[in-house]
Each structure stands twice: as C-alpha cells, then as structure tokens.
C-alpha cells in the first residue's frame, strides 16, 4: 500500500494522484516537467505591505495560519466552535488557547482543501511530522513559532524560497502603493490590482464614506459620476505605472450595461442623497462595469477580472458583530449567457479587450462559459473559485471545460489567498490534480503526451503570465 | 474476472465497489467496520401499523414488493405497462397476474437502485438465485409466498433481524400514535415524525378537510391561524411525548418568511372561506413553515426536516384516476441560498435550533447547501433524496459536498422507504458506497484510513443518531 | 505503455477505453458486439444534395473538413484567428491557404471531440498518419485531395462504405424533396425531417419572407393561422410520404401552450403587420408549437424532436457579416418541469405520441428530464447534444439518466452533423464511450454481462430505430 494511506503525516511522492497505478506513473512523468516551475501569482489577497518592509514579520502560529483564514473558522463555527475561541474579530487574543482550539478540531478538515493546503505547509515548510491534535497542539506551535523568528521565514526570505516570479494583490481604489513600490525598489516583484469595489457599490452600506476616502485621496470634488469615472481614470492609471496590469470586480450578479448618460447622472445624484433604490443600484452599477471595461477595452488596456456570484454576509449575525469576510458568502446562481452579451457584443471582438471571468455556479462551466470562452476572443476562464478551489472541484472544472472552451481559453492557476504561507501549497495541488487529471486522457488515448505535457507547463504557469501580460519569460511553444 | 460479472445472481462479496482492484482491497476493509452495524432509520414512511400488531402479516409477494413503491411502477408505465397490469390502484388485482407482468419486465430495471436494492433483498431474504423473467415468475412468487407465511417473516420479526435499532414513521397532524405506543410497549423503537403539511398546504384542494379533521381529532374549533398554531403546537407535544425528535415539511419551494401577524390572520380567513389567491398561499404557508421553526427553536427543539423541491402529480391523468404517489412527482429548480436567509438568519447561529435540508436539485449542493452548511451550526445536509438515492447519486453528493461541508455537517442516511423489506438493501448500498468512495480517496492521499474508518462509521450509523438526538449508544470519537 | 501514449497517430485498439486494464479488457469485449453494426442516423444536418446526385464530387479538403464546421472555426476565432483566413464566409477564398491556417492551430483541438473526430477520420479514411501541423499542412492537403477524386471517395460510395442504414437530413417546410427521392431511388435511404422553424419564429427578422415563400411553395395565400396550420399538415404529409417520420423544432424555452383559437389568429394578425411584440411572438411560437405536438399525436404519428436551449447568434459582429451558424449560439437555462407540463398532460399518456428532447442545460439531466422520461410513456431523451457530444459529455449524461430514466427512454445516438465524412467518427466515439462506460458498471456489479451487451446493442443501433419507427430490422430482444 501507498505512502498515502499510512498513518503517517509526511506528504508521499504520489500525494493527490491515482487511484490507478498506471495513471500515477504518467501523472508523475507530467508532474516532474511543472512542479518546479516559477509561481506565477496573477490573484490574490496578501497584503502588500508584508513584502514592502524588510522588517516585516509574522506575529505566531495563529496569526499565520488561523486568525485571518475565514476557510477555517467557518468550517470550525458550523460544528459548534464560537470564532471567539479563535481569535477571529478579537483585538485581543491568547493566540496558545485559539491555537489549542483549533488542532483540538483538526480533524474537521479531513479531505477538504484547507486540509491538505496545512498539511502541505506544516509539513514542508514547517518540518511538522504529526498531524495536529489536543494532544501536540503546543508543541507543534513552538515548533513553528522557533521557525518564524528565524531569518529564513520572514516574509521576504519564504517569497525567495518559494520562487514566487510575480505576486499581484488586491487594492482599493483608494491604494497610495507605495508598499509595492517599496517591495519592487528591493527587487520583490509584487504589483496591485485595481478592485474600485467600494465606490461602485452604489447602494451598499458605507459607499458615502468610502467616496469620502477617494476624494480626499485625489484631492478633488466628486459631485458627478464623469467626474467619479475620471478619478477612476487617473487611478488606473496610477496602477498601471506601479505594475498592475488588471481590475477585478466583484458583483452578485452578471450585468455589464451602459446607460444614457444623463440618466447614469441622475442615478449618482440619489446616490449622494442616499435615495437611490435598490433597482436603480444595480442599475448605476451595470453602469459603471460597462464604463470600467470601456475603459480597459479603450484606453488602458487593463484585464478586466469579474468575480460574480457570491451574496456576501449571508448571516447578519456575524456581521453585525464583526463585519465582512466572516466565512458567511453564499454562493448564488448566474446567468452569464445573457449577462455577459451586451460587453462581448460590445468588446468581445476587440484584440484590445480582455476579460476574465470567475464563478461560484458550477453548473455554468459547461453550459455558459465554455462555449462563450470558445468563441469570443476576449473572453478567458479563471480557474475555480473559492470553494471549488478543491481537488474534486478542479477536477470538475476540466472535465466541464476541457471539451469546449480548451485549456487554451483559460488562465492556468491563481491562488487567491490571503495566507501568504498557503501560496506553494496551493499551487501544488492544482499541479498535481492537473497532472493526474492530463494523465487519465493520455491513457484513454484522448491527449498524446506531447499535448498533455505542453499543456500542463500551460497550466501551471505560461497561461497566467499570457493572460495577464506579466513581463516574464513565456517557454512554452504552443 | 470478479463474481460480479458473472450470469449467477448471487451478491458477490465486491458488490459495488471498484473499478480499482487495490481501491476494491481498501473498501472492503472500510466495509468490514460497518457492515454489521446496527440500522438506524430516522426518516422513512414504513406503516407504524406493520410493528403496532404482533399479528401483522405482508400478505403476498405484490403486495409487499410492487403494489406500493412508486419507483418500480414508474419505469414500467414510462415503458407502456399501465399500472392497473400491475394491480395498482387496483382495489382488487390478481396478485400473481400482477407479479407475473411485474418479472416479466425485470430487464428494465438494469443498472437501476431498485434493482440493486431487490437483488438484496430477493436473494439475501428470500433466497432467490435467478433474476427475474417471464419464466422463473411464478417459481419465485411461489418462493417468496412460503416465506412470508412464517414466524420468521413477520414484520417484528424482520425488524428484529434487520437489527434496526430506531425507525422513525412520517405522521400527519391528526395521527393518534396508539400504534407508536403499542409498538414500543413490546419493545421495538418506532417512533413517530411530526409532518402536518396537509394543514398548512394552505391553497391546496382539499385543505379543508384536512383542517377539519384536525378540529376533530383536538376538539377544537380553529377558527384562526392561532389556534392552528396551537393546536400544531399541543401535538408537537404529543408527538415528542411518544418518543418523536423531528419534524418533516414537503415544500415545493424554499420559503420560511414571517408575516405581521394581522396579515397571517387575514390570510387564514380568506383560505377558510376558500378565497385564498395563488401568491397569498404561498405567503401563509412561508409564514406558518417559519413558525414552526420557531416552535423548534424556542419551544420544543424538534429537529425540522425540509424536503424541497417537488412537483407532485406532475400527470393529472393518473392523478385525476389514483391520486398522489403515482411516480409522476417531477423536481424543479430551488434556490436555498435566498430561501433560507430569513430562517438561518434568525434562527441560523442557535444551538437549540437543528435543520435538516433535502433538495432534488444536485446543482444546489456544491453551490448553496454545502457553503450554507458549511458556515451555519444549525443546518445539516439530509443524504442524497429518492432519485438521487443511488450509487451514482450518493457519488456526486459526496463529491459535491465533502469538501465544503465535510462529512460531519451531513446526517448520515435515511432510507425514506415506505418498503420495509427494503430498508437493509438500501443501508447496504449506501455503506458499500461509502466505502468505496473513501478508499479511492485514501489511496489519492486525501484522506488517511483513520480518517476514512471514523468517516464510514460516522455515515452508517452514528450521524444520524446524532443529528436525530436518538437516545443510543453513540461511539465514534471525533 | 499503451498505444495511446505514443507519438504516432494511428489510433489504438484500446482508443478512448480505460483508465482501468480491467476495465479496457470487459470494454473491448463489449465495443467488439456493436463495433460493426450499420449506422442508423436519425438526426443530422447533411445536405441530400449529396446523396441525389451520382456526379456529386466533394470539392477539396477544405470544403470537405473547414469551411462548413463551426465546432472547428469557433475554436479559432477564440483564439484569435479571423474567420475570414479559414475561408468561412467568403465567397471565394484559396482553399490551400486556408487549410494551411487550420492545420497550424491543430494543437487548439487537442482533448476536444473535434480533435477525436478528426483523428479517426483523418486516419482511417484519409490514411493520413501524422498530425496535421504548419509543416505538414500542404502534404495532407494533397493525400486527401487525391482520394477525393477517386470514385471511392464520392459521397455516395462513402455512404456505403460507411454501412448508413438511413440518414435523416433537417429540411425547412419549404423543401421541395426530390433530392431524397431521387437519392432512394438509387437505393440511398435518405429520409426527411421537417423542420418548420423558419414559419413558426413568429417574431424574428424574416419571418414574412419565410412565409411568402411558403405560400409560392404551397399555392396557397396565408392569411391566417389556420390556413398556416393546414399547409404545414399538407406538408407533414408530403414528408411522410418521401420516408420522413419525424418532425424537429428548435426554440430558446421550453414552452408549448395552446391559446384560445381567436387569439392565435390576433397575433397572427399583428405578425403579419409586423406588430408582435416579444410576448405576443413567444405566446404564439408556443402555441403553433403545441399545434405541432397535436398533429403528431391525433394525425400524423410524426415524431417530434425538440432542440431546446440554444440563445442563437450570441455575437452581434459576426451575425452581422456573416449571418447564422457562425459559432456563437450560446446555452442558457431552461425549464423542463414546467415547460412541457402542459404538453405532457394533454398527450404524455398517449401511445400515439412521441417526443424526443434536447438539451444543452446538463443540469436538467437529472432533474427534469430523466424523471421525466422516467415517467411519461410519451416521451424519450436524446443524446447529448452539441458541445455535449463528446467523450466526458457522454459519460455526463449517462451518469445522469441511466439509473432514473434507463437506457430504456433514451433514443441511442444522433451524430447531428453536418459534416458528412464524421459520421462514422462520431458513431464511434459514441461506440466506445458507451462501451467503456458499460464495462465500469459490470466491474463492479451494477450491471451483469448480459444487460450490459443488450444494452451496448441497444445503444449504439435499436433504441434509434425503435424510436423513429424506421422500416429497418431490429434484432434486439430485451
């Protein structure tokens, strides 16, 4: 029997591939051409300043790995386990206790993503030869701890190490990126991502105060929406200089729409009064996307990135308590059919547009997004999203798209998180289930092993720095 | 090649597990260590009446295996065998024509659950060794007819050799649990499930009635939606007195939402003079579904059951002659992610609130129920619901949901059968089923076998003991 | 290794079959019962043109394998290749240059089902033994263009080269259908399917123009609804009389739903004087579409297919220039369970009435249409259709309906081509996917040897049969 299914915690050679014995021998001939390929991180949500300061460290354990995860302590609080006892939404915290609570309930993560990310993080980078339990809970945190006031695990050393190539973040419209300025000025290659969420949420709680903030940021008056839209102008821009070369958006559901100008006036008129209706929200909205990847397809040339799907705050408990990003986003359907049509009828010719669409309904892959990604030329895939971001969900991704829209209209891998220690673990799975996935077509005779090398090395790095138009050397011939 | 392919109909020892050989040596071990576990069945519509009598009889091979289950009589008239050929709704039949059409159409069944669960239960229980045809019809009739006429074949005496350690029955309002109680006296666990959908399907033909009856059995007269509220609420206590722990709730669509109190009143007057419109109907019923959570949130902590999603009597032809459970009830599309935020976010974040979800929808459990499940302690997954009962169903449930909710947010199995006989063939399909999907994960690396052993046992057995609060033995330690 | 896995092109015994070698040994067993079984092709888009004419020659490669496949162009254009380089749209174009376009992105199919149709087709029929590429463009260009000027290669002799039973085409109401007689008369059974579509889309651009040239067609002025209705019966006739047993529609909901008579002729009316509205124009679709369904269960027996989902022309750019069938229809949702309630309770139970349905929602697979089909005696499933047809998008599909539906209400395979030379690839994709899949559920028990190879026979040849009542010998015993 395999190393797998020892009780032991270290990570065997055919970890994640199989079941059948000839399908791992392939899975690991294409497995060994990627796994030590660059880490191209196209999206993500670690902070920039981690990397801007020389002196940065991490606090501890708890910190690391669990105060800011809300993968965990969303699993964790189903089964019962308060998120105080974790730490999470505390200015104070014995982070030993949160630390002891958490391995206490370590087996809760069997088979999931979260588990197998620790599993690869504690093991390798850590040196942690036992799964967490009540048990070794302080143990392993000293273990760790003994680690992080090392040289070795600052911040900067793990992004050497890890052999991140380029690292993007996630950043308000209102970002000074000074951070990345300084993290580039020392040679970390780390550029923000323009995300104007919070002045295009029109009709959201707060959107008021976060104009505020953009206005004293650009030092100008925002009493018109051209006026907004030209602040936004001059930010992209602004982006573009430190690096970036994407927005990302984030919306419940897909709409793109423009409207006549003055009725887009009107609309942001209510919006500074607060009477604006929850309909002529979305609407404005729409609005402002449309005129955000006008921007892109006209002007600046920047990715547009569309996150679409999630209901965020489902439990008004929580966030009434502690605000946003408690673990409590729902995932909702969308219809990116009808949606997406009027962009890609728009710009979805354009050799200048580029959108990247990412999706919490499963059931679109096939259905919706394939067949628009196989055949509009501006249109890419992102890889699975947020939960699916998962072994299992990978695996669904590719049998759902791989017929239609083709590795080629896809992005390759990014890893999303917040957990800057989480990074080359999660780029190991999704190399891994590629790997093993590309492995099962060449044994039925559907790939050939050229194809299915070629498009592994795709997958697992030059997709992403195609479609973001990174400045980084692209190997692979098509 | 394994006994499986073989022509004989004996059940090999493999039986659907596979297609890996080293996947097939690992499931049989996780098989090992629950195979013989004892049933418990928390949700089921079996008769209480089968256990209330010691002189209770199945009076013949039609009865007890065609005349009553919708998913055989189903395929076949999809197939042109009206079901009168099959004695049902048949006040009398020939039972052995009936059976005789019935084998002769055995081929139909192929690949299907109802075919593996009759395989069990035929050869297992009655000793058959051939597949039913035209041919051996009569034969196996003839066999099955001898058993059924011994001490060993009476329905205590199945129970008893079944192992089932608790079964719950479906019950309406008006149930006088008499039977429940006679049952138990002699000391077989049945206990009673509170479902009063007949009164609070409030737009229905026939409410009415319903509504009368129950005025009848309470001696009450229910003039208004309170005293509905307490009557419901009175026998809730009765029900809980007779060792019920759940209620049970067929819905068409996800709604549990609160009206101002006048408003409910309004409704209900409108719905007794029959003058309630499509919309109010829905209204009420939202209204009445969400107090009966709050009875089990506040009051009374029975564990709500919500099965959602069905379009019964999708035929009215069989419908206008037979009535309900004609096997043309036909699923629709639900949305749980906005269906339950009024419940959850209420009731969502209480240890003494317990909802337990079941959808025809597959697509809704990677996308809603497994992140709902996942956040929330009060909501647990129901396993994979009457089509979806089934070894490819039960595969893309785990699949779908393992890695989001994880095992432990789900509440093990219901056999939901109103087919006695049936209920060990169906425990097993789902063990055997469990298993193998385990062990392919363990060999993958995704889980360890001490995980994959706790897993199986907890979804044979102990979940539902747990998530049903049944006084047994419970002994898996996380 | 197996064959598969090498570099040459040739296509393996074991093509498509695995991962399993136990599974590859029970599914060559199984593909070797129905490998060489006649094509039965019951729904398609080859022009009977083709087949009429003894002299007609295919003109060159890049008529015969490009110009005409939007699965191929679609690809390339989301690749930004411009249709115009492969030839597509223009009136004139030089066939080599385009070929040599097309061969240079040959790596873009690799893993989709064009890319497997492709190979076998190119392989086997062409003897082409490299993969296409830029350097071998202009040799293959010239080995296939050779053969196709041989006699073995006229459409014809490829018709019985390739054992066509029958070939149904898609013919509008307006098709005049000597070319099938003259084609049968010459011993080629190609049968019509009439397809109204063009009279019955009440509300699209070129609605009025359709009709004119049906009322020159027919003779007949169409001034109302009614006399549409009875020309479209005429020409029901006319088809059945030239072989045609079934009827197709296409439209973007499910919706059949008679309206008052008066009515229909209203909005006949204002379609006549271009003055329906979106509503009016779907009402009386429904309604002209429900009519269809009657003719065909009180008249006529036609069978009725519906190809439902497809939001057609996506992309307004190219509709523009070129026109339909560019490659950029795109899925949307649909609602089976509500959309053909009120067909299904008004024929569903009628043995005189047939329905074979599509879909590109594969959500609905198992929660609509296989308890559906499960159900209703009326109505049968197609195969996977489109994007769908392909290896992962079979298996889908039978995974989804096999244990609800059964292999029983499934209608076989339908290639839907319109590229003459695949017919047998696809019949053979289909084939072995079949087979392969068969072989999995013997290995573990779910299927016996017997069901298994009734069911591949079934499959791959009788249940089409059957299910379009064609005059051919089945020899299927269930």
């Known amino acids: 029997m395999g190393a797998g299914i020892s009780g032991d915690w270290s990570v065997p050679e055919t970890f994640l591939l199989g079941p059948d014995t000839r399908q791992i021998d392939l899975a690991l001939k294409l497995y060994s051409g990627i796994e030590h390929l660059g880490i191209v991180a196209p999206h993500g949500h670690v902070s920039p300043a981690l990397l801007a ?22 699993l964790l609080y189903s089964q019962g386990v308060p998120v105080e006892a974790l730490g999470v939404g505390q200015a104070e915290c014995d982070p030993r206790a949160a630390w002891q609570t958490f391995c206490s309930h370590f087996h809760l993560f ?9 599993r690869l993080e504690l093991t390798r980078l850590f040196g942690v030869s036992e799964k967490p339990s009540a048990r070794n809970a302080q143990a392993i945190y000293d273990q760790i701890d ?12 793990l992004f050497r190490r890890f052999g991140v190539e380029v690292l993007a973040t996630t950043d308000p419209a209102t970002a000074d990126l000074s951070q990345h300025a300084h993290a580039q000025a020392d040679g970390f290659n780390v550029v923000p991502t323009f995300r104007p969420d919070a002045v295009l949420h029109f009709g959201r709680v707060g959107w008021g105060g976060h104009l505020k903030t953009l206005e004293q940021f650009s ?10 839209l030209d602040v936004l102008r001059q930010r992209r821009a602004d982006f573009r200089a430190q690096g970036g070369t994407a927005t990302d958006h984030d919306a419940r559901q897909v709409a793109l729409a423009p409207l006549p100008a003055a009725e887009a006036e009107r609309f942001f008129g209510l919006a500074l009064q607060g009477r604006l209706d929850a309909s002529q929200a979305a609407q404005l909205e729409a609005h402002a996307l449309f005129d955000q990847a006008r921007l892109s397809a006209e002007e600046d040339g920047l990715v547009m990135q569309l996150h679409v799907g999630s209901v965020r705050n489902h439990n008004p408990l929580l966030f009434q308590k502690y605000g946003p990003d408690m673990g409590s986003d729902i995932p909702q359907q969308v219809n990116w059919t009808h949606g997406l049509r009027e962009l890609l009828g728009t710009f979805g010719n354009s050799p200048d547009f580029h959108a990247i669409v990412f999706t919490l309904d499963e059931s679109t892959y096939s259905r919706e997004l394939a067949p628009l990604a196989g055949h509009y030329p501006a249109l890419r895939l992102g890889p699975p999203w947020w939960f699916f971001d998962s072994v299992l969900g990978i695996e669904r991704y590719l049998d759902a798209i791989s ?9 390759g891998f990014n890893d999303d998180t917040r957990a800057f220690a989480s990074i080359p673990a999660r780029h190991e799975v999704w190399r891994r289930t590629i790997a093993n996935w590309l492995a099962r077509q060449v044994m039925r005779g559907i790939l050939d092993m050229d194809d299915a090398q070629r498009l592994a090395r795709l997958s697992a790095r030059e997709l992403a720095v195609q479609a973001y138009y990174f400045d980084l050397p692209s190997e692979v011939n098509p």
């Open 53 to 74: 300061d020389p002196q940065a460290r991490f606090a501890n354990p708890h910190e690391l790995l669990v105060k800011h995860d809300h993968y965990l302590f969303r």
């Open 110 to 118: 069997a088979g999931t993503p979260s588990g197998l990310w620790l």
């Open 146 to 157: 003994a680690r992080l006031g090392t040289p070795e695990f600052t911040p900067r050393a």
């Open 219 to 228: 030092g100008r008056s925002i009493e018109s929406y051209e006026t907004l």
């Open 403 to 411: 017929e239609t829209a083709t590795f080629y209209n896809t992005v």
